[in-house]
Nanobody, 126 residues
Framework: QLQLVESGGGLVQPGGSLRLSCAASGFSLDYYHIGWFRQAPGKEREGVSCISHNGGSTVYADSVKGRFTISRDNAKNTVYLQMNSLKPEDTAVYYC???????????????????WGQGTQVTVSS
């Protein structure tokens, strides 16, 4: 059974950092683009960052450029999102999603993938 499991969320003060992990089971991430998405209460889901199957290309939302870094370790079947200089507006449930590598990365970062994790809550508050 294909599964994506996010972890690493929590409560952090403004200016702090968190690292989210997205671990896959039941399939290899080698052939999948992976994206991080978030949804805050009352808002639509938005693409935060995406990375191509081989790590060669990345996409970032303007709101997180320079603060967030996406990376992947295919040997560990895991994708990471390092979040620095966190702001209260980053508060949301963060999801990871996977889509087969033949798809367009930018489009995937807008539309989402075929597989989704259950999400992890990130709260930025003093």
């Amino acid at each position: 059974q294909l599964q994506l499991v996010e972890s690493g969320g929590g409560l952090v003060q403004p200016g702090g950092s968190l690292r989210l992990s997205c671990a896959a089971s039941g399939f290899s991430l080698d052939y999948y683009h992976i994206g991080w998405f978030r949804q805050a209460p009352g808002k639509e889901r938005e693409g935060v960052s995406c990375i191509s199957h081989n790590g060669g290309s990345t996409v970032y939302a303007d709101s997180v450029k320079g603060r967030f870094t996406i990376s992947r370790d295919n040997a560990k079947n895991t994708v990471y999102l390092q979040m620095n200089s966190l702001k209260p507006e980053d508060t949301a449930v963060y999801y990871c999603s996977a889509r087969a590598f033949l798809s367009n990365l930018q489009r995937m970062c807008t539309m989402g993938g075929d597989y989704w994790g259950q999400g992890t809550q990130v709260t930025v508050s003093s």
